[in-house]
């Protein structure tokens, strides 16, 4: 092992370091600052009197009832916008003719806030789960397939032809050069999709669900106990950043070619 | 020891690739005027001629990539389950998101060789281009003249009857240059596949032509071609201190001035 080698793994374990060490740092101002009254505690509890309450919930049960549910839904609406996302951004990236019939579809309903068809979707799917699932599936649709497509149209024209002058057939282009070729636009979709899903999928529980992380916020405020909201909002916090860190570390393992950054 | 006449000239060995009068045009643009060739089955040929002739076009045509204006182009009896031709592109081509190993692999298996065909053919331009060490290497891992190698094992272990070569080492320093055409000479001396090379480097073309086409510019055009009489197998430096080296390089270098001079005027 080089010199060089050893710095670069340095540097990665450092900003790792860096990374857990930000958020900590925040946590101790504030309970500094509640401690000393300079803030007001009615809404903004003390860390440590959240951290109570984050206790009890965990020992109930509770919070992992709530936070298994989230993610569930998070996962099968994930999977039920993303992969159809990633077929449909792939081929448009390719194919020219249904690139220029999506394209305008997707251009005209992407702008549109997704929390604001949430009423229409709870018309036509129901207070249940899918309604639930379906505001994932469409949070993750839109990055997923935008990326994708880009991806696709940003490989250099030489390696399809190269493809081409080795006989690839569509299905080896499709495998060796387009969806490798795209992989990093599309990884950075599949963060943005999370992130959204995640957003929309505690809006989509505040509404007539009985679980949840979102239905935990919600019926928090409803019965004013605020450390309950907060133990909901850290719960959420750290679901996204445990989403985060586990797709960059997929992101890692699949794209080994990238250079090290 | 030079054909001097007309770009049509007689080969002596039957023609692998026969191209006749053919015209390439963009738009209202005249990229190939007339170009009329044949090369020989299991010769070196080198295209040379300045920038923007025609030479990558000319390429891309007789690879199947891109479709003439106007002409004909005949390849001789292509063997049954082997590629006609394979193309080292001009410029970095190789796939960033492969392993050296696979880059090289990647014709045998667009054409579903058997697994142990594969790993032994790989296994052996891989060995022939000093890349083993690299096999499981990542392209920005390698330095440019090692991508250019993995490039050149990748059209080698297609084994394709016919190589078409785009000024693979035209991004390279001289010292690399040197090695890599020696490597190139070496491979290519060991199945004698037929090899049209194009360079605007006249030192090249004559280290590893049989045959060279001097092409003039706007409209591209096939201007002479000369006939290179170094016995093989050649060593690219002692090549250099032969008297008839310096001959050719000079003739040659009378046409491109004409060229040059021409353009300007
Ligand atoms: N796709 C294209 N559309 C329009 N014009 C083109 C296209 N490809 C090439 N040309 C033109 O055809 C001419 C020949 O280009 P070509 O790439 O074959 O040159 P070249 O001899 O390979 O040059 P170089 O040595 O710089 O690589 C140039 O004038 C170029 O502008
Ligand atoms: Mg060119």
Same mark, same amino acid.
Request: net charge neutral.
């Given at each position: 092992m080089?010199?060089?080698?050893?710095?670069?793994?340095?540097?990665?374990?450092?900003?790792?370091?860096?990374?857990?060490?930000?958020?900590?740092?925040?946590?101790?101002?504030?309970?500094?600052?509640?401690?000393?009254?300079?803030?007001?505690?009615?809404?903004?509890?003390?860390?440590?009197?959240?951290?109570?309450?984050?206790?009890?919930?965990?020992?109930?049960?509770?919070?992992?009832?709530?936070?298994?549910?989230?993610?569930?839904?998070?996962?099968i609406?994930?999977?039920?916008?993303?992969?159809?996302?990633?077929?449909?951004?792939?081929?448009?990236?390719?194919?020219?003719?249904?690139?220029?019939?999506?394209?305008?579809?997707?251009?005209?309903?992407?702008?549109?806030?997704?929390?604001?068809?949430?009423?229409?979707?709870?018309?036509?799917?129901?207070?249940?789960?899918?309604?639930?699932?379906?505001?994932?599936?469409?949070?993750?649709?839109?990055?997923?397939?935008?990326?994708?497509?880009?991806?696709?149209?940003?490989?250099?024209?030489?390696?399809?032809?190269?493809?081409?002058?080795?006989?690839?057939?569509?299905?080896?282009?499709?495998?060796?050069i387009?969806?490798?070729g795209?992989?990093?636009?599309?990884?950075?979709?599949?963060?943005?999709?999370v992130?959204?899903?995640?957003?929309?999928?505690?809006?989509?529980?505040?509404v007539?669900?009985?679980?949840?992380?979102?239905?935990?916020?919600?019926?928090?405020?409803?019965?004013?106990?605020?450390?309950?909201?907060?133990?909901?909002?850290?719960?959420?916090?750290m679901?996204?950043f445990?989403?985060?860190?586990?797709?960059?570390?997929?992101?890692?393992?699949?794209?080994?070619?990238?250079?090290?950054? | 020891?030079?054909?001097?006449?007309?770009?049509?000239?007689?080969?002596?060995?039957?023609?692998?690739? /026969?191209?006749? +009068?053919?015209?390439?045009?963009?738009? =209202?643009?005249?990229?190939?005027?007339?170009? &009329?060739?044949?090369? !020989?089955?299991?010769?070196?040929?080198?295209?040379?001629?300045?920038?923007?002739?025609?030479?990558?076009?000319?390429?891309?045509?007789?690879?199947?990539?891109?479709?003439?204006?106007?002409?004909?182009?005949?390849?001789?009896?292509?063997?049954?389950?082997?590629?006609?031709?394979?193309?080292?592109?001009?410029?970095?081509?190789?796939?960033?998101?492969?392993?050296?190993?696979?880059?090289?692999?990647?014709?045998?298996?667009?054409?579903?060789?058997?697994?142990?065909?594969?790993?032994?053919?790989?296994e052996?331009?891989?060995?022939?281009?000093?890349?083993? /060490?690299?096999? +499981?290497?990542?392209?920005?891992?390698? =330095?440019?003249?090692?991508?250019?190698?993995? &490039?050149i094992?990748? !059209?080698?272990?297609?084994?394709?009857?016919?190589?078409?070569?785009?000024?693979?080492?035209?991004?390279?320093?001289?010292?690399?240059?040197?090695?890599?055409?020696?490597?190139?000479?070496?491979?290519?001396?060991?199945?004698?596949?037929?090899?049209?090379?194009?360079?605007?480097?006249?030192?090249?073309?004559?280290?590893?032509?049989?045959?060279?086409?001097?092409?003039?510019?706007?409209?591209?055009?096939?201007?002479?071609?000369?006939?290179?009489?170094?016995?093989?197998?050649?060593?690219?430096?002692?090549?250099?201190?032969?008297?008839r080296?310096?001959?050719?390089?000079?003739?040659?270098?009378?046409?491109?001035?004409?060229?040059?001079?021409?353009?300007?005027?």
């Open positions: 080089d010199l060089d080698e050893r710095a670069r793994r340095w540097e990665r374990r450092r900003d790792r370091l860096i990374n857990v060490a930000s958020p900590l740092g925040l946590v101790l101002a504030w309970e500094v600052a509640a401690q000393l009254g300079l803030i007001d505690t009615r809404f903004f509890p003390a860390p440590s009197s959240v951290a109570v309450a984050l206790l009890a919930s965990v020992h109930s049960g509770e919070l992992a009832n709530h936070v298994l549910m989230s993610l569930q839904r998070l996962f609406g994930f999977v039920l916008g993303g992969v159809p996302a990633l077929a449909l951004g792939i081929v448009m990236g390719i194919s020219r003719p249904v690139r220029a019939f999506i394209d305008p579809l997707i251009a005209a309903t992407y702008p549109i806030p997704k929390s604001s068809i949430m009423p229409l979707i709870l018309l036509v799917f129901g207070l249940g789960e899918g309604s639930k699932i379906i505001m994932v599936a469409i949070g993750v649709f839109y990055p997923v397939a935008i990326n994708a497509t880009a991806g696709v149209l940003q490989i250099n024209c030489i390696y399809l032809d190269v493809g081409k002058s080795f006989n690839a057939g569509r299905w080896d282009t499709f495998r060796t387009a969806l490798p795209a992989l990093p636009f599309i990884m950075t979709g599949v963060k943005l999709g992130g959204l899903g995640l957003v929309l999928i505690a809006v989509a529980e505040m007539g669900a009985k679980s949840g992380i979102g239905y935990m916020i919600w019926s928090a405020w409803e019965t004013f106990s605020v450390e309950r909201m907060y133990v909901g909002l850290f719960a959420i916090a679901i996204g445990a989403l985060t860190a586990a797709l960059n570390e997929i992101e890692r393992r699949i794209i080994p070619w990238k250079a090290d950054s | 020891m030079s054909s001097g006449g007309p770009p049509v000239s007689a080969a002596r060995d039957p023609a692998k690739i /026969r191209i006749g +009068h053919l015209t390439k045009r963009f738009g =209202s643009q005249i990229a190939l005027d007339d170009i &009329s060739i044949d090369i !020989a089955e299991g010769s070196f040929f080198v295209i040379v001629g300045p920038s923007g002739c025609g030479k990558t076009t000319l390429l891309r045509i007789l690879g199947g990539l891109d479709a003439m204006t106007q002409g004909t182009i005949e390849i001789r009896g292509a063997a049954a389950g082997r590629p006609q031709h394979s193309i080292v592109f001009q410029g970095d081509s190789i796939f960033p998101w492969m392993t050296v190993w696979d880059n090289a692999a990647y014709g045998l298996r667009m054409r579903k060789a058997p697994k142990a065909e594969t790993d032994a053919i790989v052996h331009y891989l060995d022939r281009t000093g890349l083993t /060490r690299y096999a +499981h290497f990542y392209p920005h891992q390698l =330095s440019g003249g090692m991508r250019q190698r993995v &490039s094992a990748r !059209a080698f272990a297609n084994d394709p009857e016919i190589l078409l070569m785009d000024e693979p080492f035209s991004a390279l320093d001289e010292q690399n240059r040197t090695i890599l055409q020696q490597e190139l000479l070496r491979i290519w001396e060991d199945d004698k596949k037929t090899v049209v090379f194009i360079t605007h480097s006249v030192d090249e073309a004559v280290t590893l032509g049989d045959r060279i086409m001097v092409m003039s510019a706007s409209p591209g055009r096939a201007k002479i071609v000369i006939d290179v009489p170094f016995e093989r197998p050649r060593n690219v430096l002692e090549l250099r201190q032969d008297p080296y310096g001959d050719i390089v000079y003739r040659i270098w009378g046409y491109l001035k004409d060229e040059v001079e021409r353009a300007r005027s």
